[in-house]
Each structure stands twice: as structure tokens, then as C-alpha cells.
């Protein structure tokens, strides 16, 4: 659950606020809760605090709010971040950092998803384009045009290869070699 507060003395900035922060978590399907304050100082005088899913807004412009928003959820989302799936073997939701990678074998797109310690394969219907859109905020990159890996699981990218943590090896073109290499790189440091 995530926990929001916003600060701001004009009461017209924090329901503009409270409503498109709430629209954009909404479309997420983030739980949360928001809080709404005068100021920073009424906020620490009702006793807030920073437990570790907090976010908090003080008096900015809010014209921003969901760029700003965005921003600090692409750098925590990876870990909380979840979406149900329609898979062959049923409607499950799946948190993204637990997919290993999606592989698409002639429009049927197969999640190697973790689950309890072992990799459970899930199948569903689509297309890796689609797919690549949707989660490439969520630190998935296209290795191969069959393969979309999330960057998380990735131990080494080496030989026009990646080695997947849990040793999977997976070929990456000499097209796409340098992109993936530096989107590793990058995620890491």
C-alpha cells in the first residue's frame, strides 16, 4: 500500500492533486491512500511520518504531478508493480519483478514467471509488440525478437548472450547486441 500525503496551502492545488494523483494510480492499479495538509509543518504536527511507501507532495507546481508521479514509480514500481493476466491456465495476477522473461513461439507469448522459488511457464495469446509497449517501463528490454527479458534478472550480458540468474542463456542478434548491453549497464549502475 502506498501512502501519500500533500502539502499545500491552497485547497483548490490539493483536490486538482488528490484527483490526478488518484486517476493515475487508479490506471496503475496501485492501492494507496492520500492525506492532505495545509502545509509540511501541519503534516509533521498531526504526526506524519515516512514509512517506506510514502510519497510526499509539498507546494509545487502541479501542472507536473504525474510526470513527477511517474518518475519515483518507475524507480520503486519494478518491486510492488503487479497486473492480471488472462493466461491459458487461468486469470492470475503476476508481479512484473517475478518474470523472468516472456517468450513468443507463433503468437502465443509463454511467461516464465517465479513462483514459490521455481520458474512456472504461463501462456497466453499476443503479440510481443504489444507486450514490449506495455512493459518497458517496468526494465523488460527486447533481446531477440522472440525474447523480452526484465533487465532485473539479468546476471551478465557477455558473447551476444544474456545469463539469466537462474542460468537460462538466452542468444542475443549481433543487431540488437550494443541497445541490450547498454540498457544493462545502465539499469545496473
Known amino acids: ?44 504536527c498531526e504526526g506524519g511520518s515516512l514509512p517506506e511507501n510514502s510519497i510526499i507532495f509539498l507546494d509545487i507546481n502541479t501542472t507536473c504531478v504525474e510526470e513527477c508521479l511517474g518518475a519515483v514509480l518507475d524507480k520503486r514500481e519494478p518491486h510492488t508493480a503487479r497486473k492480471k493476466f488472462t493466461f491459458k491456465e487461468g486469470q492470475t495476477e503476476v508481479l512484473f519483478n517475478h518474470i523472468l522473461y516472456i517468450e513468443s513461439k507463433l503468437h502465443k507469448l509463454e511467461f516464465h514467471i517465479i513462483e514459490n522459488g521455481k520458474v512456472r511457464i504461463y501462456t497466453r495469446y499476443g503479440t510481443m509488440n504489444d507486450l514490449e509497449a506495455e512493459l518497458k517501463s517496468y526494465h523488460f528490454i527486447r533481446v531477440h525478437q522472440s525474447y523480452l527479458v526484465n533487465l532485473q534478472h539479468i546476471r551478465q550480458v557477455s558473447r551476444y548472450e544474456v545469463t539469466l540468474h537462474n542460468g537460462d542463456i538466452i542468444s542475443i542478434p549481433k543487431a540488437r547486441y550494443k541497445e541490450v548491453e547498454e540498457a544493462f549497464t545502465a539499469y545496473k549502475y
Open 1 to 44: 500500500m502506498m501512502k501519500i500525503a500533500i502539502c499545500n496551502g491552497e485547497k483548490k492545488c490539493r483536490d486538482q492533486m488528490r484527483t490526478s494523483i488518484e486517476n493515475y494510480l487508479d490506471t496503475k492499479e496501485i492501492l494507496y491512500t492520500i492525506d492532505t495538509f495545509d502545509s509540511g509543518e501541519m503534516f509533521l
